[in-house]
């Protein structure tokens, strides 16, 4: 970073690098805390809680709401956790790439290794999945972006790369948080294909096929509040309709579902309601939380129904 401009962002108040003491690095966690204290705080007891930021005296029309109409529990906790979540997103571009390649290898067998060929065919799908979501990609790119990831100097202690590759063993902790990163976004995008599954499976017995797109999102985020409320999935950020629509985006420039152009987008069953009822047979939600019983977080089978998913496709693209 150039002088002038590493002055400039130190003067807005970025943090750019923690120097001193061992205890800085508290300091700086707990100032970063301290400024965002109308949405999360720090207890005396060091455990971080949350502030309620929504009003539940507030009386909202179910008539007016593009989405479903959530519970004021669910309201209180996923207001100030997609709020500070915004804060994640736009850090996201610079940790995707590692973040991706990690989470694919945790989902393979231990101590397995993948040709670096086999492993940019599961990253360029991955990456083709979350194309209209969040992370700004340039198609061109993809292999260049994977090479340049598992051949980052940064990186030569998460991967174990020759000609094929693996998980390192040292950083096993920042395995699991690259990997998490993704986890609300898999598992909204779960949700959205467990609930296509279901609408394709009601194809099958009424015509015509009872889902228009407004239905699906709505459908979908019901069925997250559903989980979260019973410690399913885990994040809030799952709850979110921008999340489903390019999850919905993806799958049709994928080729795994069409829209007919209508009064409102209906799904079409011209050409993929077999393709997408055989993809999506796969899915599953068991164990999405990736929470053991010992309360540790395991973050592996979370998105192992997801991956299976993904291997089905890539199987049929080789």
């Known amino acids: 970073m150039c002088p002038g401009f590493k002055s400039v962002m130190e003067e807005l108040g970025a943090l750019l690098d923690i120097k001193g003491e061992p205890g800085s690095v508290d300091t700086a966690v707990k100032e970063a805390i301290a400024i965002h204290k109308s949405l999360v705080i720090l207890t005396p007891t060091n455990h971080l809680k949350l502030i309620k930021v929504h009003n539940s005296h507030r009386v909202i029309d179910p008539a007016k709401l593009k989405g479903h109409s959530l519970s004021h529990q ?9 709020m500070l979540q915004h804060y994640v997103n736009p850090c996201l571009p610079y940790l995707i790439g590692p973040a991706m390649v990690t989470l694919i290898l945790r989902h393979l067998d231990e101590g397995y290794l993948v040709l670096q060929h086999d492993l940019f065919k599961k990253f360029n799908f991955v990456r083709a999945l979350f194309y209209h979501f969040e992370f700004s990609f340039y198609g061109p790119w993809a292999e260049k972006a994977c090479h340049q990831t598992v051949g980052s100097p940064k990186c030569n202690r998460l991967y174990q790369v020759m000609v094929d590759l693996k998980l390192g063993k040292s950083q ?12 609300p976004f898999l598992q909204g995008y779960l949700c959205i294909c467990q609930v296509l599954k279901t609408v394709i499976a009601e194809f099958m017995r009424l015509h015509p096929l009872p889902g228009r797109r407004g239905n699906l999102l709505k459908a979908t985020q019901k069925e997250v509040e559903e989980l979260l409320m019973s410690s399913v999935i885990t994040h809030p950020y799952s709850l979110s309709l921008d999340m489903y629509s390019a999850a919905l985006q993806s799958l049709s420039h994928m080729d795994f579902l069409n829209f007919k152009q209508e009064e409102e987008e209906r799904i079409s069953h011209i050409l993929q309601i077999r393709k997408i009822l055989k993809k999506f047979g796969k899915l599953e939600l068991k164990n999405i939380s990736g929470m053991s019983r010992t309360g540790e977080v395991d973050f592996a089978p979370s998105i192992s129904p997801f991956l299976i998913f993904i291997n089905e496709r890539l199987k049929k693209s080789l």
């Open 74 to 82: 669910t309201m209180d906790v996923a207001v100030p956790m997609v």
């Open 172 to 183: 096993e902790k920042l395995q699991i948080l690259l990997s998490n990163l993704l986890k």
